[in-house]
């Protein structure tokens, strides 16, 4: 059985995206009496990425209650701590082989440049790589202010 449109229920996310679009752009065809909306939908965006910070700082203690909770819960810690020590070791060797092997590789095919004398070069091709959008301020802050990248880019 084939979908058709209307019997697909959830948020029409092209149709959202698109309408974005073709706001924006009738705001700049506007000019200076688009600005006004223009400086609002920057001053909305600046404050959604101060709450985006409030929270990424609060979630480790979150995360932490959570965890704390299913440890109490276990009965053998012996386990636990095997398993744990397993996940750590992959992802800590998973980091390492991603940060320092794969993005080098992604900068130097890019650039032809030297990623290891540009310390800050990583932050060009991280946000491609992000998983999740919580830690955008962070990478944002990363291009701006240390490969100053303009603000309207970035």
Known sequence: QIPVGTEIEGMNILGLVLFAL???????????????????????NEATMVLVTWIMWYVPIGIMFLVG??????EDIVLLVTSLGKYIFASILGHIIHGGIILPLIY???????PYQH???LCFISP???SSSATLPSMIKCIEENNRVDKRIS
Do not use: W
């Not at 909770?69 to 276990?74: G, H, N, Y």
């Not at 130097?108 to 030297?114: C, D, L, P, S, V």
């Open 22 to 44: 073709v706001l924006g752009v009738a705001l700049k065809k506007l000019g200076q009496e688009g600005e006004d909306l223009i400086r609002f939908f920057n001053s909305f």
């Open 119 to 121: 310390p800050n070069a």
């Open 108 to 114: 130097f095919a890019a650039t032809r440049q030297n």
């Open 69 to 74: 909770s299913k440890i109490v819960e276990m």
């Open 128 to 130: 491609c790589s992000v």
